[in-house]
């Protein structure tokens, strides 16, 4: 099993910054991938960013050169640097992870998720 608890969300005004981390335990050495979910009110989940165990990012559009996500492997957490805050940023964010069991199913772990407000 693999547990992640998300930190970091709060109020921010447009235009400022906040860090989210995402700290994972359990079956560490089985996750191949991570990443971050937002999910605005009355909205559908959707991604964010995602970050192999290889290192290689992936950005969903509207949030390329302003979030940055990255990974301390030494303390088992996943960072999202969050620049340049729109209001339209505003949502809770969830930390996921991919990882294998060992019978070799693949899984999926999610955070509690942490509110993100951006207000203008």
């Known amino acids: 099993q693999v547990q992640l608890v998300e930190s970091g969300g709060g109020l921010v005004q447009a235009g400022g910054s906040l860090r989210l981390s995402c700290a994972a335990s359990g079956s560490i050495s089985s996750i191949f991938e991570t990443g971050w979910y937002g999910q605005a009110r009355g909205k559908q989940r959707e991604l964010v960013a995602t970050?192999?165990?290889?290192?290689?990012?992936n950005y969903e559009d509207s949030v390329k050169g302003r979030f940055t996500i990255s990974r301390d492997n030494a303390k088992n957490t996943v960072h999202l640097q969050m620049n340049g805050l729109k209001p339209e940023d505003t949502a809770v964010y969830y930390c996921n992870c991919l990882w294998t069991h060992p019978r070799g199913t693949q899984l999926r772990s999610w955070g509690q998720g942490t509110q993100v407000t951006v207000y203008p």
């Open positions: 970050i192999s165990s290889g290192g290689r990012q």
